[in-house]
């Protein structure tokens, strides 16, 4: 089946900093690949999303970056706030959004003010 | 318009027990998801139900079930409780073909 590995498990960055999370998958199917955010005692957000057929794609200070031939994609904030500290999870699914997902283990993000 | 609830919010049980947790999905949404999440892990995939049938399974035991019911809620049941079976249990929903909205989720502890 799909395996996603995520990396970091911890990032720390200074306010007004930016933040890559990386994530790679097993699965050449795969077809859907969304990002969640997880604040402490809350369910994930979806807060980004890319499909396969396009390769960048951008919502104010958060991008996402899809590499289909080398299987990675990565998630990209960019001038971090304290209220961005949370665990962030990528996950990946190849029946499209509404199927199953496999998520990555997951990224710590601490901003510091 | 409310998201996704679930309830209950925390539930304790002892080994060997059975539990029911129950799921209402985001308005006008059709699809529900169920996934496991254990303490500083990814969220893992249980099954899903469309249409009140099981669509797609995970890899766990046949002691987890649910049911989705007419009006699109759903319950997931996990009998004969083992202490690895402590998590917390999220709900997603979705209109066919789009994106999963999460629950809070509920949080049990076997002791």
């Known amino acids: 089946g799909e395996n996603v590995e995520q990396h970091p498990s911890t990032l720390s960055v200074q306010e007004g900093d930016s933040a890559v999370i990386k994530c790679t998958y097993s699965d050449s199917a795969s077809n859907y690949f969304p990002w969640y955010k997880q604040e402490l005692g809350k369910g994930p957000q979806l807060i980004i999303d890319i499909r396969s057929n396009v390769g960048e794609k951008k919502d104010q200070r958060i991008a996402v970056t899809l590499n289909k031939t080398a299987k990675h994609f990565s998630l990209h904030i960019t001038e971090t706030q304290p209220e961005d500290s949370a665990v962030y999870f990528c996950?990946?699914?190849?029946?499209?959004?509404?199927?199953?997902?496999?998520f990555g283990s997951g990224t710590q993000l601490t901003v510091l003010p | 318009d409310a998201g996704v609830t679930q309830s209950p919010t925390h539930l304790i049980k002892t080994r060997g027990q059975q539990v029911t947790l129950r799921c209402s999905p985001k308005s006008g949404h059709d699809t529900v998801s169920w996934y496991q999440q254990a303490l500083g892990q990814g969220p893992q995939f249980i099954f899903q139900?469309?249409?009140?049938?099981?669509?797609q399974r995970g890899n766990f035991p046949d002691r987890f079930s649910g049911h989705q019911f007419p009006n699109y809620s759903s319950e997931l049941n996990v009998n004969a409780l083992l202490l690895g079976d402590s998590a917390l249990y999220l709900c997603?929903?979705?209109?066919?073909?789009?994106?999963?909205?999460f629950g809070p989720g509920t949080r049990l502890t076997v002791l």
């Open positions: 997603a929903s979705s209109l066919s073909g789009h994106e999963q909205f």
């Open positions: 139900y469309y249409e009140e049938e099981e669509r």
């Open positions: 996950a990946a699914s190849k029946g499209g959004s509404a199927r199953q997902l496999t």
